[in-house]
C-alpha cells in the first residue's frame, strides 16, 4: 500500500482487540507508555495505527498489521515533513517521504 | 619493483673478498685448542640451607610460634644467590622422555579388545537372539493390547494399565477428590471442564486502559478521509 486510498480505518471493536493484544502482549515486554494516562479517544492518530498495528501482529493478522503500519508511517510522515504544494524547497517528496507524482 | 641499475649496484655493493688465508681449523688444531684450553676449575657451590625446614610442630614449614623478624617490616636481608633456597628435590623432578612412555600394564588389568559376536561372550547368552518366542511371551505377560480392539480402546486398556487411579476411565468422579496430590497428577478426563480459580497464570494488568468509543472513532475516520484527500491533491 502506497496511499491512503487503499486504506479503511478499522471498526471500533477490531481498534479496541489490537490495543488489547498490545497491552497485553508488547507492553508487558517493553512499557514504553503510560497506560494510566492513556486515552485511546485522544491519542493522535498515527499512535493508534502503530499500537494497533503491534497488536495485529499479537492477533496473528499479519496482513492487516502491515496496512496499519503503512498507514502510520504515512500519517507519521504527514507529521514529521510537512509539505505544501508550493513549497519549493521540498519538491519532490512528499506525504511519508515518498516521491510525489507529477502531472 | 627493482630497476636493473639499483639490483646491479646492489650486488657490487654487497661484493666481498675472503682472504686466502681464512681457513676452518682442521680436527688437529681443535685438538690443539681443547688441550691448550684449560678446564675451568668448578667452584664449589654453596651449602644448600633449607630455610623452611619441615618439622612436626610447623604449619607448611612456617612456625606456628611467635618469631622476631616477622612481626615488623623491614628490608629483606640481601641474599647473595637466590637460588640456593630452592629445593633440590624439585629440581630433580624435570620432565624426562620416560614419562610419556607408556606404562606396561599388567595383563590383569589389560582390556580386552571388544568382540562383535554375542557368542564370543562367556558364559551363556543374557538374551535368546534367535528365539522369538519371547515376545509372544511377552504379549501374552502384558495382554493389554490386542490387535482385534480399535485403536481408542487399546489406548485406554494401556493407560489403565499405566495409571494406577484408573483416572482415564470415564467412570471418574466429576468432583474433585479432596486429596490435592491425586488431582494434581491424574489423567482429565474429555468431559471435564478446566479449572476454574487461582492458577499459575501471569495476573492480569490492573490499569484499564479507556477504550475507543464510536464519538472518537467517527473522529478518526473523519481524519483519515482528509488525510487522504490532501494526498490525493498532492498526487
Known amino acids: ?103 | 619493483m627493482y630497476s636493473k641499475g639499483t639490483k646491479g649496484d646492489g650486488v657490487k655493493g654487497t661484493k666481498r673478498i675472503i682472504p686466502h688465508d681464512l681457513t676452518f681449523p682442521s680436527s688437529s688444531s681443535t685438538t690443539l685448542l681443547t688441550k691448550t684450553t684449560a678446564a675451568p676449575t668448578l667452584t664449589p657451590t654453596q651449602t644448600f640451607t633449607d630455610h623452611y625446614q619441615f618439622s612436626s610442630h610447623t604449619t607448611n614449614g612456617l612456625t606456628s610460634g611467635p618469631s622476631t623478624a616477622s612481626s615488623t617490616f623491614g628490608p629483606s636481608p640481601p641474599a647473595a644467590d637466590t637460588t640456593s633456597i630452592l629445593d633440590p628435590q624439585l629440581l630433580s623432578l624435570q620432565p624426562s622422555p620416560q614419562h610419556m612412555l607408556p606404562i606396561p600394564t599388567p595383563p590383569s588389568l589389560a582390556i580386552k579388545p571388544a568382540s562383535h559376536s554375542p557368542d564370543s561372550l562367556p558364559g551363556p547368552s543374557p538374551f535368546p537372539y534367535h528365539d522369538f518366542t519371547f515376545f509372544d511371551e511377552l504379549n501374552y505377560s502384558l495382554g493389554i493390547l490386542n490387535p482385534t480392539d480399535d485403536f481408542q480402546s487399546q489406548i485406554d486398556q494401556l493407560m489403565n494399565s499405566v495409571v494406577p487411579s484408573g483416572a482415564a476411565t470415564g467412570a471418574y468422579p466429576s468432583t474433585p477428590k479432596p486429596d490435592v496430590d491425586a488431582s494434581l497428577f491424574r489423567i482429565p478426563a474429555s468431559n471435564e471442564v478446566p479449572i476454574k480459580g487461582n492458577h499459575s497464570a501471569p495476573p492480569p494488568t490492573k490499569v484499564t486502559v479507556r477504550k475507543l468509543n464510536e464519538e472518537a472513532w467517527e473522529h478518526l475516520q473523519r481524519q483519515v478521509k482528509s488525510a487522504e484527500a490532501v494526498f490525493v491533491f498532492l498526487c
Request: aromatic share 8%; proline share 7%; net charge neutral.
Open chain 1, 1 to 103: 500500500m502506497t496511499d491512503l486510498e487503499e486504506f479503511t480505518l478499522p471498526k471500533v471493536s477490531a481498534i479496541n482487540r489490537y490495543t488489547s493484544a498490545y497491552i497485553s502482549g508488547l507492553h508487558q515486554h517493553i512499557p514504553f507508555l503510560h497506560l494510566p494516562t492513556l486515552n485511546l479517544n485522544e491519542v493522535e492518530i498515527p499512535r493508534l495505527l502503530a499500537m494497533c498495528s503491534l497488536g495485529a501482529l499479537y492477533c496473528f493478522e499479519k496482513e492487516v498489521a502491515m496496512k496499519l503500519h503503512s498507514a502510520s508511517m504515512i500519517f507519521l510522515g504527514h507529521v514529521l515533513f510537512p509539505v505544501t504544494p508550493l513549497d519549493p524547497y521540498t519538491d519532490g517528496v512528499g506525504i511519508g517521504g515518498q516521491a510525489r507524482k507529477r502531472n
